[in-house]
């Protein structure tokens, strides 16, 4: 796949934050829009709870703002820890990304910061605030979502619902009732805020004897509906969000605190040599 071009990727990183009503400079999204209607396709990856129709729509309002007749392949998140260890991989040898645009969520944005992977953007000369820039221009914070323990209102009863963490470590959650997924991170988040980090890791050590199910969060959130498990550990908004507008009895044990909230950030992949000519008319010094 040919290298995306920069105006493209800005303009498109943009539009993501309309959503969060962020404004940016008028005049610096105009020399992005006339280098974007250059360009004709966009590989896009975000998570799969944005589904197919939200990445058209996403598409389609990016288009119509900017004037643009752009395809936009969005790529839905299967495992992020998985897609994140394969750009990691295949960097050192050179090989090109794939996908132009990644929104993943903070904690995967660590993992490329530590290995220096982002494809750094002078985002305050595009108007953006830096209290929602990361990662020394790495990254930009595009949404939040909440976490907490999930369960089958048809399966569990009322009175079995956990009240606290610390509730998924009574004996009666044994033998693989409860699904806990691949997205580990969102207990890391305890140990780097509220609880410390020997007090989660004293709880992740006791939870870890239970007899866990394992899997994607996607599987878990399968497992759960069909009544294979009881309480899923960790949960995020959005699948509950389509639970609903299914008529799944799905729902978070509410109540629940501290309440992890992970951030949503959004990163360029890659972008041409030219990219800072487009964002800096100044001639380079290099």
């Known amino acids: 796949m040919k290298p995306s071009n920069f105006s493209l990727i ?3 990183t943009l539009s993501v934050l309309l959503v969060s009503d962020v404004q940016p400079l008028a ?10 209607k250059k360009e004709g396709t966009l590989e896009f990856y975000g998570p799969s709870h944005l589904t197919p129709q939200g990445g058209q729509a996403l598409a389609d309002a990016f288009n119509k703002t900017y004037g ?11 495992n992020m820890v998985r897609d994140v260890g394969k750009v990691v991989g295949t960097a050192p040898a050179g090989a090109p990304p794939e996908w132009d645009v990644m929104v993943l969520t903070d904690a995967h944005h660590a993992t490329l910061a530590l290995r220096k992977l982002h494809q750094t953007i002078d985002y305050k000369k595009l108007g953006m605030d830096p209290r929602i820039i990361h990662h020394g221009n790495g990254s930009i914070s595009v949404a939040n979502q909440f976490v907490l323990p999930a369960y089958n209102t ?3 009863p009322a009175k079995d619902v956990p009240k606290g963490w610390e509730d998924l470590l009574d004996p009666k959650w044994k033998g693989g009732k409860l699904g806990m997924s691949t997205a580990t991170h969102h ?4 140990g780097a805020g509220p609880w410390g980090e020997e007090k989660t890791t004293r709880y992740v ?8 199910s394992l899997g994607t969060l996607g599987e878990v959130m399968n497992r759960l509906q069909l009544g294979e498990i009881l309480v899923a550990i960790t ?3 959005g699948f509950i969000h389509q639970a609903k507008l299914r008529g799944a009895p799905i729902t978070f044990a509410e109540g629940i605190e501290p309440l992890i909230a992970p951030a949503f950030h959004s990163k360029v992949m890659r972008y041409p040599a030219s990219f800072h000519t487009v964002v800096d008319p100044r001639p380079s010094r290099t």
């Open 27 to 36: 005049a610096s999204v105009e020399q992005l829009v006339e280098g974007a």
């Open 187 to 190: 207990l890391a988040r305890l």
């Open 235 to 237: 949960m995020i908004d």
């Open 154 to 156: 048809k399966v569990l």
């Open 205 to 212: 050590k006791a939870l870890s004897q239970q007899g866990l």
């Open 68 to 78: 643009l007749n752009v395809a936009v392949n969005y790529s839905p998140a299967g």
């Open 10 to 12: 800005g303009v498109f």
